[in-house]
């Protein structure tokens, strides 16, 4: 992809997030993110489990799958469900409540638009601080998060601070402008 269709403009589809005041996050079983959601959606609990697309080459062939964005953590609507529920799933480890699931929210608000609008959002290391910017053009228009130079790469990284988790994914820098404070 060349950097000049990074900035280009593409149909958005709606977000998949739901609309949710209280998040909190259920810490799974290993590889159990999928049973929990499944649970949640027979009691209709509105949760988030973000997906990534994953890619194996094999000799036999090409194997394709959809893995969670942040392998073992489910996000719910804490007041949907009382805490005991979550745990007769039988998948749990743990709830997480956040000190702002405002926050919380616009974090995953984020996650939810730049996967929806681009499929090469990836897990990335939480270290490396940005400079604050707004997208203001191109697919990913409305993002806000931070710029991170990687050799002549520029990426965008949005961050789930609550869990000290980020994501990140290509960008034009001309598509964004700093944030003012």
């Not at 130079?149 to 980020?166: M, N, Q």
């Amino acid at each position: 992809m060349s950097k000049m269709s990074l900035c280009e403009e593409t149909t958005v589809l709606s977000a998949p997030l739901p609309a949710v005041e209280k998040w909190a996050v259920v810490w799974t079983k290993p590889r159990c993110e999928r049973c929990v959601e499944e649970y949640f959606n027979r009691l209709n609990v509105p949760c988030f489990l973000p997906l990534v697309s994953k890619r194996q080459v094999y000799k036999s062939g090409i194997k394709s799958w959809d893995s969670p964005l942040f392998s073992s953590y489910v996000f719910y609507d804490q007041d949907r469900i009382e805490r005991h529920k979550v745990f007769e799933s039988r998948k749990a480890v743990d709830i997480l409540l956040p000190p702002d699931p405002g926050a919380l929210g616009r974090e995953l608000a984020q996650i939810a638009l730049a996967l929806d609008r681009d499929s090469s959002l990836r897990e990335a290391r939480f270290g490396q601080k940005g400079r604050r910017v707004n997208v203001i053009r191109g697919p990913m228009k409305g993002l806000r998060g931070e710029l991170v130079r990687i050799g002549s790469d520029c990426r965008l990284v949005l961050r789930v601070d609550f869990l000290g988790k980020a994501a990140e994914l290509l960008i034009d820098e001309s598509c964004v402008e700093p944030e003012l404070d």
